[in-house]
């Protein structure tokens, strides 16, 4: 079962997911001024949401096969330091990504090319395809989705209590925008400005966000393995 601790580490982990470009920044993008269509922007939500709760419905059978083997193997203490190396690469990777976002005053290429596909003119079948693009290659790069697909597969929790949890996970890592989509809905062109002056600050913090979340990641993953090799304090 999950416990307190683990499930306050599990929403800490969906609210970090959902500060990625495709959760929130791209959602954001279709919220600025006329472009603004709640049924198409509610549909790109709910079609990432689908993906993810797949894919990590997929990757939680996969874990569960390999987690007896992966147990026996973590049980040595060469797994130990293989997790705390991992862990420090990890976080220097953060350090790498969080000084390269604070040197550069402009957004990435990366983001530009995100941000002129969203602000394409498209339909229901384009919302879709766009959806999915962004949920398969951010998929890889989502270090707290795989934590907690492993944290659930520890857990010991039966398939269809552990894709609950799963599909809560995603609604909390749709849950900004959704609120942020509420907001613009009802309150209309009044908050334009506001979700403007959002943008532009998303735009130039959002490789901040990720090489912190690959820090603490890192950091998590270093910590655990030095207290099972007894050097740190339990």
């Known amino acids: 079962m999950v416990t307190i601790p683990e499930g306050g580490v599990i929403v800490a982990l969906a609210l970090a997911d959902s500060t990625s470009i495709g959760t929130l920044v791209i959602p954001v993008w279709l919220m600025i001024g006329s472009r603004a269509v ?13 993906f993810y709760w797949g894919a990590g419905l997929i990757l939680l059978v996969s874990v569960n096969q390999v987690v007896p083997f992966v147990a026996q193997m973590s049980a040595g203490r060469a797994w130990g330091w293989s997790q705390l190396v991992i862990g420090a690469v990890v976080v220097a990777l953060g350090v790498m990504v969080d000084r390269r976002s604070s040197s550069s005053a402009r957004p990435s290429p990366r983001l530009q090319r995100w941000r002129s596909r969203a602000l394409r003119p498209v339909e229901a079948r384009g919302v879709i395809a766009f959806a999915l ?40 890592m749709m849950l900004p925008a959704v609120v942020l989509l509420t907001i613009r809905t009802f309150a209309g062109g009044r908050v334009s400005p506001l979700f403007e002056l959002l943008e532009r600050w998303l735009e130039r913090h959002a490789d901040v966000v990720i090489g912190t979340v690959l820090m603490a990641v890192g950091g998590l993953l270093a910590a655990d393995a030095a207290i099972r090799l007894d050097l740190l304090p339990q």
Do not use: K, W
């Open 133 to 172: 693009a962004a949920g398969v290659l951010e998929l890889a790069g989502m270090l707290p989705f795989f934590v907690a697909i492993g944290m659930l597969a520890r857990s010991g929790l039966a398939p269809m209590h552990a894709s609950a949890v799963l599909a809560i996970y995603v609604v909390i």
């Open 38 to 50: 709640p049924r198409r922007i509610a549909l790109y939500l709910v079609v990432l949401a689908g």
